[in-house]
């Protein structure tokens, strides 16, 4: 996983052409999630696909990106569930980047909150700028839910950002994956 913005890909072509296929790669957080997606509700990660790479979102506690990339359908510390084709885009490569450094500076790690502004936030609004139509509802609901019962929710979430959790040392002392936070915060609903 390489924290964005990277220059190692900068200034690449995509063959010549400017067509290429969005993807919505949308993982399992917890178990649970093979009970609850039939009812449409669960608890996920998604990333956006295109031009051979994956990018998402993810908390740390420093005032710079959350935006990463990855291999596709191969985000460390997630369990991959499904791939759904949202569309195409005639971005190039570069001119996605592009789009990436720019959702970057709005999306840092210290802003991420599990209800408010999520990876699937992040998705959505990658998806909305490139094809006018958002990701499925089923893949945040559960945030928009929590966002409807703010006030029922424990106080540790209803903040507007991410707050330094504890360290354990299971988790890398500088970067711990987000599923490790996520899980982290949902031991105190």
Known sequence: MRLF?????KGQSNGGSNRALLYLNVY???????????????????????????YGFGAHEYPTSGVFEVEPRSCP??????SILLGSTNLSRSEFRSLMEQLSQKYHGDT????????????????MQLTGKPIPGWVNRLAQLGSFCNCLLPESIQVT?????????????IFPTQMMKDQILLQHL
């Open 5 to 9: 913005p990277s220059n190692s890909s």
């Open 112 to 127: 991420y909150h599990l209800i408010a502004k999520n990876c699937n936030h992040f998705t959505n609004e990658v998806c």
């Open 77 to 82: 510390g997630f369990i991959f569930r499904r």
């Open 161 to 173: 950002a991410v707050r330094h959790l504890p360290d354990h040392p299971a988790y890398s002392a």
């Open 28 to 54: 399992d957080l917890t178990p649970i999630n093979n009970y609850l997606y039939w009812f449409g509700i669960g608890i996920f990660h998604s990333g956006i696909e295109v031009h051979g790479l994956e």
